[in-house]
């Protein structure tokens, strides 16, 4: 662009000299004027390689242009608007401003001290269409500064869309495990436990055998029920209610204990206050509390009896599971790998601005207490 610039500015100030050497001085120095001429206008080239060089070759051909050759500077074109603009567009304010003050004043000056003075309204105007050409240089400059600013801050907000991208798909990555952590481990510590009994069994206690097949089929529908509706609720989230059913809550600990109470540990339940008022967030979470508990007394304690003291009221949830330790010839059975129920169990009730506390009682066995403040669901 600045090439074709720099021929259109050559263009005019070789037509320009041409016409005034043959107007004013059919004899003169055509030569030298048409050389300065092009001089002048190759200046335009450089305009924004070079812009200082540029603009002090264009000033020294037009000082040769109208002191040496005594020829009005106005005639040599549009070379000099080419190379406002670019002093405004290529500095910063407080330079591009200083060097249209040199340009201005080099212009008044070569235009005063000419013998073909054109008069200060004319004077005046070509300062005009200078300063005007200049003016959009620094507009040019300002809408390139605020589009690379804007486009450094899309990169920014590109950048941060994919952290919260990541963020996001860690903490689903972090809920998927926890739900099927919380839905399937319960459901196969009961199965697993009465499939020993049931192995016992054989052949000798057909009634206890029959018993523990039935609870093992009743928790491996339950479980099956539990892991559809997880999976209607992963695959969408604009499913129905109807078809992804309620979401247990602590009103329905019956239910979870009786699953216990069937394993072979017997559960002392005491609840107080109104289970029902207790949010539905924080109602799940203390429900899948409880069930982590019971889970691990069954799984892990090889304890016979637990005792479950459920609180409700005062603006929060209390809970708390004890067992009595192991009975007498239980083995710890060898680890699986997991480790992550009391970890779920914490993130929930960090959730809900809850605490946990686990450790062993002073009397024996293992003791589990947990409390989920209402207000900090929302409440």
Do not use: C
């Not at 320009?16 to 059919?26: D, F, K, N």
């Not at 591009?96 to 003075?117: D, H, K, N, Q």
């Not at 070509?126 to 486009?151: D, H, K």
């Not at 919260?164 to 459901?187: N, Q």
């Amino acid at each position: 662009m600045d090439f074709l610039l720099a021929g259109v500015a050559i263009y005019a100030a070789w037509t320009l000299t041409s016409e005034l050497m043959r107007a004013i001085r059919p004899n003169g120095n055509a030569p030298a004027a048409h050389t300065v001429a092009v001089l002048h206008g190759s200046t335009v080239a450089f305009r924004r390689i070079a812009p200082v060089p540029a603009l002090v070759g264009l000033l020294g051909t037009a000082a040769v242009f109208s002191l040496a050759l005594d020829l009005p500077v106005y005639m040599l074109g549009p070379a000099v608007l080419f190379v406002a603009y670019a002093l405004g567009s290529e500095f910063p304010r407080r330079h591009a401003v200083a060097l249209l003050g040199v340009v201005e004043l080099s212009l008044v000056l070569l235009l005063t001290s000419s013998s073909a003075f054109p008069g200060w309204d004319s004077v005046a105007l070509f300062a005009g269409l200078v300063a005007g050409s200049w003016f959009l240089g620094v507009i040019a400059r300002r809408w390139q500064t605020l589009a690379r600013e804007l486009a450094a801050r899309a990169a920014e907000l590109e950048e941060a869309r994919t952290e919260l991208a990541r963020h996001a798909v860690a903490a689903e990555r972090l809920r998927i495990a926890r739900e099927l952590h919380d839905v399937v481990a319960h459901s196969m510590s009961v199965i697993a436990m009465h499939a020993g009994v049931a192995r016992l069994a054989v052949g000798t206690k057909p009634e206890s055998e029959v018993a523990a097949l039935d609870v093992i089929e009743r928790s491996s529908r339950e479980a099956l029920t539990e892991m559809r509706r997880l999976v209607t609720v992963l695959r969408d989230e604009n499913a129905g209610s109807a078809e992804r059913g309620p979401a247990p809550g602590v009103s329905e600990l019956h239910t979870l204990v009786a699953g216990v109470v069937e394993a072979g540990v017997t559960v002392d339940v005491r609840t107080e206050g109104d289970l029902e008022d207790v949010p539905a967030g924080v109602s799940l979470a203390a429900y899948r509390v409880v069930q982590e508990a019971l889970t691990n007394v069954v799984r892990h304690a090889g304890s016979t009896h637990a005792r479950l003291d459920v609180r409700a009221g005062d603006g929060s949830v209390a809970i708390r599971v004890d067992d009595d330790g192991p009975a007498a010839g239980w083995q710890r059975p060898a680890p699986s790998g997991g480790g992550h129920g009391t970890i779920g169990m914490r993130e929930r009730l960090e959730l809900y601005g809850g605490t946990l506390s686990t450790g062993p009682r002073a009397g024996g066995g293992w003791s589990v207490e947990a409390r989920l403040p209402y207000i900090a669901a929302g409440r």
